[in-house]
């Protein structure tokens, strides 16, 4: 085995490694904001390792692969912003257990007293 | 190498499994689409990984358009899920 085999074959390891981790939080976790950052980030590194790990295997791939690894760099926080911002806008509110308080949203406050100032004028 | 390249490819399939699971049972529309971004991501990585497992060059175009299209998809879901579409 080459040197390029070795850093593939290691990358292509991490790769599949943290997309079962990806796939294991989205089972796991138990509010949809946590699933999303669970599947998004994991997904988005496992994915990207394993593409360049393929790359570095074949080398005349190079180029493809990139292209690849530069979309999937740029579309995985945008669908998973554009999730988070929908689900928010339909009332889902996160759930967080902080002491007594079983529902706190730091995000609502500052919404609903802007929303309060504008009725005011 | 085919050996790792099975390992690679097994641990794939079980968070496909999972994912799909999370699919099939989730609570509401936000975790399904999730649950299908995951899925869209996962199978990206795999199209290429099995490309260069079979020696086919042309599924890494494929994997590139499956990419795109899950992303769409995603986006379109979420702009709906808003009220806005």
Known sequence: MSAMEIIGAILLLIGSAFLFLGGLGIYRMPDTYNRLQAGTKATTLGAMSLILGV??????????????????????????????????????????????????????????????????? | MTTIIYIALILMAFGMLLSFIRFVKGPNTADRTVALDTLTTIGTAALVLLGYMFHRYIYVDVALIYAVLGFIGVIVIARYLEGAL
């Open chain 1, 55 to 121: 790359g570095f295997l074949e080398p005349s791939w190079m180029i493809k692969t990139l292209i690849i690894i530069i979309f999937i760099a740029y579309s995985n926080p945008i669908s998973s912003h554009a999730l988070a911002r929908a689900n928010y806008k339909r009332k889902h509110f996160p759930l967080i257990l902080h002491g007594d308080v079983k529902e706190m949203d730091a995000y609502r406050e500052v919404t609903e007293k802007e929303e309060n100032k504008e009725e005011k004028k």
